[in-house]
């Protein structure tokens, strides 16, 4: 029972805080984060980062680590999938991401529920709002034969405003 509940809090931690980020960088925190999900959830995860990421604006770090996190808790908690991969990319102007997997994916009636907003979950509305306000874009495409969750950020641009991206 010891054993369970040191688990259970670890878990809770590791989703409320990610206490590395900004002292590490995204690239040391996601190798921490990503391990400890593979081995909480039994997902194995691919990470594919670019030898040249570097660091990224804070706000572009935590959003990125975030939809990182509720990308790959759908996946455990949604998917059926055993096997997930999260690829990032940068160049001078964009960063992108991908959070993928072999899973069961949604069907176009859920995929449409959340983009208009009708879905009963908050995780991926959230993120998308989220990457909306920093001026990025999230996509979602999914089939039978698994999900893929995009991201891209800006990095150059100005950053909208709460009120332009609405
Ligand atoms: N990787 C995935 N594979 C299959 N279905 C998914 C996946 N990710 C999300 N879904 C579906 O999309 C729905 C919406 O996801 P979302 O993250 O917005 O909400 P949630 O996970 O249900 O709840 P919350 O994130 O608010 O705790 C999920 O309920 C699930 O049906
Ligand atoms: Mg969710």
């Known amino acids: 029972m010891l054993q369970q509940v040191t688990g259970e809090i670890r878990t809770v931690s590791h989703l409320l805080h990610p206490p590395l980020l900004d002292e590490v960088g ?3 925190a996601l190798r921490w984060y ?3 999900f593979a081995e909480r959830s039994k997902v194995s995860v691919n990470l594919e980062l ?13 959003t990125l680590f975030r939809v990182v996190q509720e990308c790959l808790t759908n996946i455990h908690r949604h998917s059926g ?12 102007t964009e ?10 994916g949604m069907s176009q009636k859920r995929q ?17 709002e989220r990457v909306r306000q920093i001026g990025g874009r999230l996509g979602i495409q999914s089939s039978a034969i698994g999900t893929s969750i995009t991201v891209v950020l800006p990095l150059a641009a100005k950053t909208r405003t709460a009120n332009e991206s609405r």
């Open 50 to 62: 670019p030898e040249d990421l570097e660091r990224l604006p804070q706000e572009c770090e935590l």
């Open 112 to 128: 449409m529920e959340i983009y208009s907003g009708e879905s009963s979950g908050v995780g991926l509305r959230g993120m998308r």
């Open 26 to 28: 995204l690239e040391s």
């Open 95 to 104: 960063a992108k991401l991908e959070v993928k997997d072999d899973g069961r």
């Open 81 to 92: 999938s055993s096997t997930a991969t999260v690829r990032i990319s940068r160049n001078d």
């Open 34 to 36: 990503v391990e400890g």
